[in-house]
Nanobody, 116 residues
Framework: QVQVVESGGGLVQAGGSLRLSCAAS????????MAWFRQAPGKQRELVAA???????NYADSVKGRFTISRDNAKNTMYLQMNSLEPKDTAVYYC??????????WGQGTQVTVSS
């Protein structure tokens, strides 16, 4: 059974930093792309950052220069280093994983709250 588990969320003051982790297990096919999404109350889920199997990255304009996505293929783990956090970054952050069969999986989400 595939499991995708996020960790590292919490409450932080504006200007602070957090590091999110996402660990995927139980996959029988190698992971292709991985990404972080977020959903704020009353808003649609949006892409924050994505990383391809080869390491190419893509960021939402709102987080460029502040967030850094990375992955450890040997551990099936992805990270999101979030610096200079702002109240508008407050949301539930979700990990998304897709394998080379084009099956995809979501984590349960981790809450990030940035106070002003």
């Amino acid at each position: 059974q595939v499991q995708v588990v996020e960790s590292g969320g919490g409450l932080v003051q504006a200007g602070g930093s957090l590091r999110l982790s996402c660990a995927a297990s139980g996959l029988t096919v190698k992971i292709n792309a991985m990404a972080w999404f977020r959903q704020a109350p009353g808003k649609q889920r949006e892409l924050v950052a994505a990383i391809a199997s080869g390491g190419n990255t893509n960021y939402a304009d709102s987080v460029k220069g502040r967030f850094t996505i990375s992955r450890d293929n040997a551990k099936n783990t992805m990270y999101l280093q979030m610096n200079s956090l702002e109240p508008k970054d407050t949301a539930v952050y979700y990990c998304w994983v897709t394998d080379w069969n084009a099956d995809d999986y979501w984590g349960q989400g981790t809450q990030v709250t940035v106070s002003s």
